[in-house]
Structure formats: structure tokens, C-alpha cells
């Protein structure tokens, strides 16, 4: 019989329903991964716990996350909460022997986050941090490919993260705004694309950066009059250099009106080119340099069972993955991690990456110079 990881959860937002799910599929679509049971889940709001409990099935519902993480029978601790919140239920529950998995950004700084993964790498525990769209089967076959030199040599990366759910200046003011948190745009989206460009291109060696806030103030709640100072970056635009020696432009943006969700990246190479957009995450446009030109243009390469792990949820391309599948892959991923004993990728110290090149791009802004990571 297959062993069970026993999950406690803190947190039933967005991002807690996106892992009780996640859970709840890995067990079913991997068989080669211990099954995760969903045994407690912690919320301040009671009544929001107790109906998370009997929505998904968990055993417990707690008030106090202290109590989740102090449960001997808990053996993994997701955190979903506001970044404010991350280091000390991380550095509880590494200190109660808990293996952790802790949404993004990691930490409000990189001190933070550093902290963050000392400690867990110290107790011998397994971590991950919740950069789901790395788990992406074509993110994977682009990686290959440039790998592989099927691009040739790498020229330049062009980045973005845009949404437009901040865009609105009348959007109340709420615990994105708050420097206290951590940063703006720039962590909130602008780590993922971040993360995806290291994926993809590998270290970050120097960045300049600007950080701009349009939106200077917002109502303290929706329809008041009174207005609260926004302490963070609405937009960040970033120049990079890659260890690998070409550069690129990361930007982050939660202020772009009429999008959704903008994850997007091309990537230019001596024999060829990609391009991805996460709001088509089930294609990849490859371009290859020296056809004849009568007939030369990007093609499709549309995702499936020859992109694994496609094939563990279909076995026919075409039918497309969505958002919460490559949960359940980073998920099962993370699992198997603790299944082997060998860090989970993406891992704290991956996150604390990310991180540092966050903080070197505030610090880029406030300096107006380049910076070496």
C-alpha cells in the first residue's frame, strides 16, 4: 500500500483552495508518490474553516495555526497567507520537523528568505515554493531546447507579468499596498517571470531597474473618500544580465488594464526563436533561422502526451492543461521530493534567488545604478 503525507494548511483564499486541490489530484493522477491526506486546515475566520473542512475533506479545522503546526500527526505545512506571515510559520514549522511548502514570494526581503532556507536545509527538511507556472510541460521543452543549442546562441530574453486587477485607482487600499509586506508588483507578479527567466536562462549577474507608482494613494475601503498612501511599486522595469552572457528585460505590471494574465517571454537565438504566453499555456511558437523564407514563420508546437507530464492527465494532445493542473504537478513534484529525500525544485533556496534579485532591483531604483548581484 502507498504511504500518506498527512497536509495541514494555513490559509483558504485563492491560493489554499488551488493546494487543497492540488493535493487532493496528485494523489489521484501520480502513483508513484506517497498520497497527500488532507488532515487540518487553519483559518482566523471559524466558520471559514469549518467549511473549508467539509468542502474538501479535511479532518480538522483550526483557528490557531500554531496548533496545525505543532499537530505531531501533521507531517507537511502549506502556507497561503499574505507574505507578512511566511517566515514565522516557516521557521515554526521547520522547527516542529514539518516539511513546508510556502507560496511566493518566499519572504519580504532576502535576509528574509535566506533565514528561511538556512533553517530548513539545517533541520533536513524539504521545502518548495509555489512558482507553479515553472511546472508547465512546454517550459520544460523550451528549457531543453535551449539546452540542447536548437536556438543557437542565446541573444536576448523579453519578459513581462502584467495583469490589470490593481488597475482600477478606486480598488480599495489592502495589504498589497503596505511596504511592511514586502514589495509591490515587482514580488507580487514580477517573481514569477523572474523565476521563469532563471529557469530558462540561468543566474542573474546585474540589473538596473526602475520602479514607478502611479497609482499614488487608494480609498481606505471601497466607496470612502479617504485615501491611504500606496508605499509600493505599481510597475517595475528591469534591464538584466545573465551569467550566460546576454541580457534581457524583465517587467512587472499589475496596473495593466484588459489583462488577465500576461506571463509572457520571447526568446532569441542565432538558429532560432521562441514565444510563450501563459494565457495560451498550452502552445509554443518556435521560429527556426535559414528556412526558406517563402514558408519560414513561427510554428505551433501544441502541448501533450510527448511533454511529460502531459500524458498523466491525458492521453491525447490538443485537450489542454489548466491552471490548477500545473498545481498538481508542482504538488506531486514537491511529494516526491520528500518521497527521495532530494530538494524540491523550485525549493527555498531557489526562492531566496528570486528574492535577491528583487531586492537588488529596489535597491537598483534607489541608487539609479547598475547592480551586481
Excluded at 469549518?50 to 479532518?59: I, K, L, M, V, Y
Excluded at 523565476?195 to 471601497?222: E, H, N
Amino acid at each position: 500500500m502507498r504511504k500518506s503525507l498527512r497536509i495541514g494548511l494555513i490559509g483558504t483564499g485563492f491560493m489554499g483552495k488551488a493546494h487543497a486541490l492540488s493535493y487532493q489530484a496528485a494523489g489521484n493522477v501520480f502513483d508513484d508518490i506517497s498520497r497527500p491526506v488532507l488532515h487540518a486546515v487553519v483559518d482566523i475566520d471559524g466558520a471559514r474553516a469549518a467549511q473549508f473542512r467539509n468542502q474538501f475533506g479535511f479532518a480538522k479545522a483550526m483557528t490557531d495555526w500554531q496548533e496545525l503546526v505543532q499537530d505531531p500527526e501533521i507531517d507537511v505545512v502549506s502556507i497561503t497567507t499574505p507574505t507578512l506571515f511566511h517566515k514565522e510559520m516557516a521557521l515554526a514549522a521547520i522547527a516542529a520537523g514539518k516539511h513546508v511548502h510556502c507560496e511566493k514570494p518566499l519572504a519580504i526581503s532576502a535576509a528574509d528568505a535566506q533565514e528561511m532556507m538556512l533553517a530548513a536545509e539545517q533541520a533536513g527538511v524539504r521545502t518548495a515554493s509555489g512558482f507553479n507556472y515553472l511546472k508547465n510541460p512546454l517550459l520544460r521543452y523550451a528549457r531543453e531546447m535551449i539546452a540542447s543549442g536548437e536556438l543557437g546562441e542565446i541573444t536576448d530574453f523579453n519578459g513581462i507579468h502584467a495583469e490589470g486587477f490593481m488597475s482600477d485607482p478606486q480598488t480599495p487600499w489592502s495589504w498589497r499596498c503596505d511596504p511592511a509586506g514586502g514589495q509591490g508588483a515587482i514580488a507580487d507578479v514580477g517573481s514569477h517571470i523572474i523565476a521563469i527567466a532563471r529557469y530558462l536562462m540561468g543566474p542573474v549577474t546585474q540589473v538596473f531597474a526602475q520602479l514607478d507608482t502611479p497609482v499614488a494613494s487608494r480609498p481606505v475601503k471601497a466607496g470612502a473618500s479617504e485615501r491611504k498612501p500606496v508605499g509600493v511599486d505599481d510597475i517595475a522595469r528591469m534591464i538584466v544580465s545573465f551569467e550566460r552572457g546576454c541580457s534581457g528585460v524583465l517587467q512587472a505590471n499589475w496596473l495593466a488594464t484588459g489583462r488577465n494574465m500576461q506571463l509572457a517571454f520571447q526568446i532569441s537565438g542565432s538558429k532560432g526563436s521562441l514565444v510563450f504566453d501563459q494565457q495560451r499555456m498550452n502552445e509554443l511558437q518556435y521560429f527556426k533561422a535559414g528556412e526558406d523564407p517563402r514558408s519560414s514563420g513561427f510554428r505551433l508546437i501544441e502541448s501533450g502526451p510527448q511533454h511529460p507530464p502531459y500524458g498523466a492527465f491525458c492521453v491525447a494532445g490538443g485537450h489542454h492543461l489548466g491552471f490548477n493542473d500545473l498545481k498538481t504537478i508542482e504538488m506531486a513534484e514537491f511529494i516526491r521530493a520528500i518521497d527521495r529525500d532530494e530538494p524540491a525544485s523550485p525549493d527555498f533556496r531557489e526562492a531566496w534567488e528570486v528574492q535577491r534579485l528583487i531586492d537588488a532591483a529596489v535597491m537598483s531604483h534607489k541608487d539609479r545604478a547598475w547592480l551586481t548581484l
